[in-house]
């Protein structure tokens, strides 16, 4: 499945007969021959009255590669950081609860992006990098032009005592170390697509 969110509405691209996780605000369309799922994002953007579309295709890969052929593509990447008591990071950014990201510059691995952006925004310097979790996928505009923000999630884990020291020129206002109860409570307050990261992480 591919999910991209559009603020707090999203379209999910799906295979066929796709029945996980139904919801009674899901509105599904299945793809026809012919049909030119480019101009799907500027359509949804507009229908406002539609939270939850769910597009079904025979093949949801050429799908959601067809859908997004027309924004323009920035990837990112960053961590899940917790520490040695299990305890996850979030940080408070632009109204809701966030994770350290950003964007992959020119000769950067995936990886490396992920480690440095997390460096950057939290100031952790003894990261160690985990394996990946998911693609989470949001829009935005940028001057003008429609972005599509596709943002690579990985498990990080940081030793006991590591200061936390957040970026405020990228609007972080402040951080918290999350056990399970704070942590369910903190995500009703985080972006979507974050929430999808600690779902895809169990």
């Not at 359509?43 to 949801?60: H, Y």
């Not at 917790?82 to 408070?92: I, K, P």
């Not at 030793?159 to 056990?179: H, L, M, S, Y």
Request: net charge negative; hydrophobic share 35%; proline share 5%.
């Amino acid at each position: 499945m591919y999910k991209v969110y559009f603020a707090d509405r999203s379209i999910a691209v799906v295979p066929l007969q796709w029945q996980e996780n139904p919801c009674s605000e899901d509105v599904y369309y299945k793809v026809q021959p012919g049909d030119d799922l480019s101009q799907l994002p500027y359509w949804f953007e507009k229908a406002d009255d539609i939270t939850s579309l769910v597009v079904e295709a025979d093949d949801p890969a050429e799908a959601f590669a067809q859908m997004i052929s027309a924004l323009k593509v920035e990837v990112a990447a960053g961590g899940l950081v917790r520490n040695s008591r299990g305890r996850a990071l979030l940080f408070w950014r632009r109204g809701a609860w966030d994770m350290p990201k950003g964007h992959q510059e020119k000769g950067e691995s995936l990886e490396q992006c992920a480690i440095r952006e997390t460096e950057e925004e939290t100031g952790l310097k003894n990261l160690s990098l985990g394996s990946p979790i998911c693609t989470t996928y949001h829009t935005y505009h940028n001057k003008g032009i429609f972005v599509l923000k596709e943002s690579h999630w990985y498990r990080m884990t940081v030793p006991a005592g590591e200061k936390v020291t957040v970026q405020t020129e990228e609007d972080i206002v402040k951080a918290r170390w999350c056990g399970p109860w704070s942590l369910k409570r903190l995500l009703k307050k985080a972006y979507p697509s974050i929430r999808d990261v600690f779902a895809a992480e169990q």
